[in-house]
């Protein structure tokens, strides 16, 4: 059984009870996250965790272990000339409003001609879901060799001296705008003009 700091590189298929696939890696370099870092939903990581390099598994994962409960008090009504101005908004476009040390990301649900209705919550929030995964690989304990060999191994990119000092982290924060997972599948266009 796999543990904590265990580093693992996976293909999977994410589907509604329904069927409907939402997110896959098929036809797509698989993805690799480290065991604890919260990179993946908790019931993703569980069923992983269970698993042995080469095997296969279908799983359903309920809402509160995939994207939590949808929360109605995320979904927010503000006054449309007060916080866009004249600014041109539509039905889908993800805004990121500061709060506290964090970001959030709410989209525009609605628009009428005095308020625009954000929602807060993840798309797939209070909704089971359907994983199928493949465990391709495992590297045990300590998560990330930042070595050049697993670096090229893992990437298949070549490395020099700035890009291992990146690959092995700095301690800098992200610049605005930059993003590690992008949860609404990069359609939606972002902002961070917005202060509430």
Do not use: C
Not at 1 to 10: E, Q, R
Not at 144 to 171: H, V
């Amino acid at each position: 059984m796999l543990a904590l700091g265990d580093t693992v590189k996976v293909h999977y298929t994410g589907k509604y009870l329904d069927g409907k696939v939402f997110d896959t890696t098929k036809n797509k370099e698989p993805i690799l996250f480290t065991i604890g870092d919260e990179m993946m939903i908790p019931g993703f990581e569980e069923a992983v965790m269970e698993m042995k390099a080469g095997q296969k598994k279908k799983v359903t994962i309920a809402a509160k272990d995939a994207y939590g409960d949808f929360d109605p008090e995320l979904v927010v009504q503000v006054d449309r000339k007060s916080h866009f101005g004249d600014k041109e908004i539509k039905v889908g476009d993800a805004i990121q409003i500061p709060a506290s040390d964090d970001v959030m990301v709410f989209v525009v649900k609605a628009i009428d001609d005095k308020n625009v209705t954000l929602d807060g919550n993840s798309h797939l929030a209070g909704k089971d879901l359907i994983f199928e995964i493949e465990l391709l690989e495992i590297v045990q304990g300590g998560g990330y060799d930042t070595s050049y060999s697993d670096f090229e191994s893992w990437t298949g990119q070549a490395i020099d001296d700035e890009d291992l000092e990146a690959f092995m982290g700095n301690g800098d924060d992200p610049e605005e705008g930059e993003s590690f997972d992008d949860e609404f599948g990069g359609s939606e266009n972002y902002s961070s003009e917005y202060d509430y």
